[in-house]
């Protein structure tokens, strides 16, 4: 018999909606959800009408008291991450930490010493490395190392409106005390300050970006080809909504492209052209779920021709398999590859973005 977590939700935006309740009501033989805690009392009232069970919060601090609570998700804003995890592992809670970790190395450093002081688990929420056509297109990679030539990283997408207002009912509240919105905005403005030396834009918007979308991507690159030589170069345009860098990896580089546009798609992928095989792996939007990520491999077939297989393993949800590592890695010590450690190389990856932009 499956040992049940008990889980404290510390956010209940749109993606905890969509994404994280889901998965976890899905996963019930090794989740129960105890708590819920929003600054909104609209939003935390709306989402307890669906668990009824679950005990309503409206600050982190309080919830993290709750002795039904075994481990908590953090999916509060990007500022509040880090002392939200560190309060919560000094209570005795394990953490998954919604991406971004947190927006300074500073913070990432408290996180790991806070993480070896309490020896709580700490999973960060890079969902798209535990897809199962990434990981088998990171065993291919890994065996054309020596080979490869060049290599892309790509993520023009849409507005998320466009995929949530057609597929699901997003509870949304204007209700949250303007002495917690004034708090928010001083903690992200300086961690912003700290991190890039200003809070204005473009420049924050660029890194913004860096921490939300692009963090999934610049982590699945590193696991993919390994940490980067250096920065060749970087640059942004249209205030801070599109930007690339070249990332040099010695004997090839890996080009790097993002951006946000009013199309309604989500063209995200990574590439690996090697001598004679590359590899692709395709992402769709989280946003509906059990969306796979398909991997494709063009191969030399004769010389005067290919072959092409595209595919995936499973239909299982990436946010799943997250899930049911987190509740391996509690109950049985299991493995964490998204680890403290792990994300911290992102922040130094973008650090070096930021001065070359």
Same mark, same amino acid.
């Given at each position: 018999?499956?040992?049940?977590?008990?889980?404290?939700?510390?956010?209940?935006?749109?993606?905890?909606?969509?994404?994280?309740?889901?998965?976890?009501?899905?996963?019930?033989d090794?989740?129960?959800?105890?708590?819920?805690?929003?600054?909104?009392?609209?939003?935390?009232?709306?989402?307890?009408?669906?668990?009824?069970?679950?005990?309503?919060?409206?600050?982190?601090?309080?919830?993290?008291?709750?002795?039904?609570?075994?481990?908590?998700?953090?999916?509060?804003?990007?500022?509040?991450?880090?002392?939200?995890?560190i309060?919560?592992?000094?209570?005795?809670?394990?953490v998954?930490?919604?991406?971004?970790?947190?927006?300074?190395?500073?913070?990432?450093?408290?996180?790991?010493?806070?993480?070896?002081?309490?020896?709580?688990?700490?999973?960060?929420?890079?969902m798209?490395?535990?897809?199962?056509a990434?990981?088998?297109?990171?065993?291919?990679?890994?065996?054309?190392?020596?080979?490869?030539?060049?290599?892309?990283?790509?993520?023009?997408?849409?507005?998320?409106?466009?995929?949530?207002?057609?597929t699901?009912?997003?509870?949304?509240?204007?209700?949250?005390?303007?002495? %917690? /919105?004034?708090? #928010?905005?001083?903690? !992200?403005?300086?961690?912003l *300050?700290?991190?890039? +030396?200003?809070?204005? =834009?473009?420049?924050?918007?660029v890194?913004?970006?860096?921490?939300?979308?692009?963090?999934?991507?610049?982590?699945?690159?590193?696991?993919?080809?390994?940490?980067?030589?250096?920065?060749?170069?970087?640059?942004?345009?249209?205030?801070?909504?599109?930007?690339?860098?070249?990332?040099?990896?010695?004997?090839?580089?890996?080009?790097?492209?993002t951006?946000?546009?009013?199309?309604?798609?989500?063209?995200?992928?990574?590439?690996?052209?090697?001598?004679?095989?590359?590899?692709?792996?395709?992402?769709?939007?989280?946003?509906?779920?059990?969306?796979?990520? %398909? /991997?494709?491999? #063009?191969?030399?077939? !004769?010389?005067?021709?290919? *072959?092409?297989?595209? +595919?995936?393993?499973? =239909?299982?949800?990436?946010?799943?398999?997250?899930?049911?590592?987190?509740?391996?890695a509690?109950?049985?010590?299991?493995?964490i590859?998204?680890?403290?450690?792990?994300?911290?190389?992102?922040l130094?990856?973008?650090?070096?973005?930021?001065?070359?932009?």
């Open positions: 018999m499956q040992k049940t977590i008990n889980v404290g939700v510390i956010g209940c935006g749109e993606a905890t909606q969509i994404l994280h309740i889901p998965t976890l009501r899905e996963l019930s090794r989740f129960r959800i105890t708590a819920l805690c929003d600054a909104s009392p609209t939003v935390v009232d709306g989402v307890g009408a669906l668990l009824p069970d679950a005990t309503r919060y409206h600050d982190s601090s309080s919830l993290l008291t709750d002795p039904q609570v075994d481990a908590v998700l953090i999916a509060n804003p990007n500022a509040l991450h880090a002392p939200t995890a309060e919560a592992m000094h209570r005795g809670k394990h998954l930490i919604e991406k971004p970790m947190c927006m300074t190395l500073d913070e990432a450093d408290a996180l790991a010493e806070a993480e070896a002081q309490t020896g709580m688990r700490v999973q960060i929420g890079y798209r490395r535990h897809a199962p990434f990981e088998e297109a990171v065993g291919i990679v890994g065996q054309i190392r020596q080979s490869i030539n060049f290599a892309r990283v790509h993520a023009i997408i849409g507005p998320n409106s466009s995929f949530v207002n057609a699901s009912t997003v509870i949304k509240g204007d209700d949250i005390p303007q002495s %917690v /919105l004034d708090h #928010t905005t001083r903690e !992200t403005n300086a961690r *300050t700290e991190a890039i +030396g200003t809070h204005e =834009r473009p420049r924050a918007q890194y913004n970006l860096l921490l939300g979308l692009s963090s999934h991507d610049i982590s699945a690159m590193r696991e993919l080809l390994g940490m980067p030589q250096r920065v060749l170069g970087a640059a942004f345009r249209r205030q801070g909504m599109f930007y690339n860098a070249s990332f040099d990896y010695g004997d090839f580089i890996c080009q790097f492209e951006g946000i546009d009013s199309v309604a798609r989500f063209d995200a992928h990574l590439a690996v052209y090697a001598e004679e095989k590359t590899v692709r792996v395709d992402y769709d939007t989280p946003y509906i779920r059990h969306q796979p990520a %398909v /991997l494709t491999v #063009t191969s030399a077939n !004769t010389p005067f021709g290919i *072959t092409t297989s595209s +595919g995936h393993q499973s =239909r299982g949800d990436a946010f799943v398999i997250e899930w049911k590592r987190f509740h391996e509690i109950v049985n010590n299991g493995p590859k998204t680890t403290i450690a792990d994300a911290r190389l992102d130094e990856i973008f650090q070096q973005m930021m001065q070359e932009m």
